[in-house]
């Protein structure tokens, strides 16, 4: 069978196999030298650009600290259901790990029914019973008194009365 194409016309077919394999070969070394980017390894060595890679990463502002716990506005910590939202519904909204679904009465009765305070010390230290696993602050980085209005909102929802604390003394 004869080639009629105008390539194997031009170049014998032994120096047309050496190309064919030379070229991709010439290209892939190319490239992987690095020769291609000289014009972009040129710029990337100017002051300008090596000042702003040796910049750090992030900058640490130092303010002048609250003298107490007791000075921080309550207008800065979220209340129970913004708390709730951003964390707490992660598992409380499925009932996930144990955790009693909002509004569910029957699983909240007997938490309630141990009281506010000790509600309110699981959820910041954690806990681990039969139902479940409760992670301390759920797992979150809120204020003490941040978790207890999140467990007032859960609370409240299925049935209790319990108030949305301003603060909370450290015991």
């Given at each position: 069978?004869?080639?009629?194409?105008?390539l194997?016309?031009?170049?014998?077919?032994?120096?047309?196999?050496i190309?064919?394999?030379?070229?991709?070969?010439?290209?892939?070394?190319?490239?992987?030298?690095?020769?291609?980017?000289?014009?972009?390894?040129?710029?990337?060595?100017?002051?300008?650009?090596?000042?702003?890679?040796?910049?750090?990463?992030?900058?640490?502002?130092?303010?002048?600290?609250?003298?107490?716990?007791?000075?921080?506005?309550?207008?800065a910590?979220?209340?129970g259901?913004?708390?709730?939202?951003?964390?707490?519904?992660?598992?409380?909204?499925?009932?996930?790990?144990?955790?009693?679904?909002l509004?569910?009465?029957?699983?909240?009765?007997?938490?309630?029914?141990?009281?506010?305070?000790?509600?309110?010390?699981?959820?910041?230290?954690?806990?681990?019973?039969?139902?479940?696993?409760?992670?301390?602050?759920?797992?979150?980085?809120?204020?003490?008194?941040?978790?207890?209005?999140?467990?007032?909102?859960?609370?409240?929802?299925?049935?209790?009365?319990?108030?949305e604390?301003?603060?909370?003394?450290?015991k």
């Open positions: 069978m004869k080639n009629n194409s105008a194997a016309n031009f170049f014998p077919p032994p120096l047309l196999r190309l064919v394999g030379a070229v991709p070969i010439a290209v892939i070394c190319y490239f992987l030298s690095g020769l291609h980017d000289l014009r972009a390894a040129a710029g990337s060595m100017t002051q300008e650009a090596i000042a702003e890679r040796l910049q750090p990463v992030a900058h640490l502002a130092m303010t002048e600290a609250a003298s107490s716990a007791g000075s921080a506005t309550t207008a910590l979220k209340n259901q913004a708390v709730y939202q951003e964390t707490c519904a992660a598992c409380h909204a499925e009932g996930i790990a144990g955790a009693p679904k509004g569910d009465k029957k699983a909240w009765g007997p938490r309630i029914a141990q009281g506010s305070d000790t509600m309110v010390k699981h959820a910041i230290e954690g806990f681990t019973g039969k139902a479940g696993t409760m992670p301390p602050k759920g797992g979150g980085s809120f204020e003490d008194v941040e978790v207890a209005r999140a467990v007032a909102f859960m609370a409240n929802k299925a049935g209790a009365s319990f108030s604390p301003a603060s909370i003394g450290k």
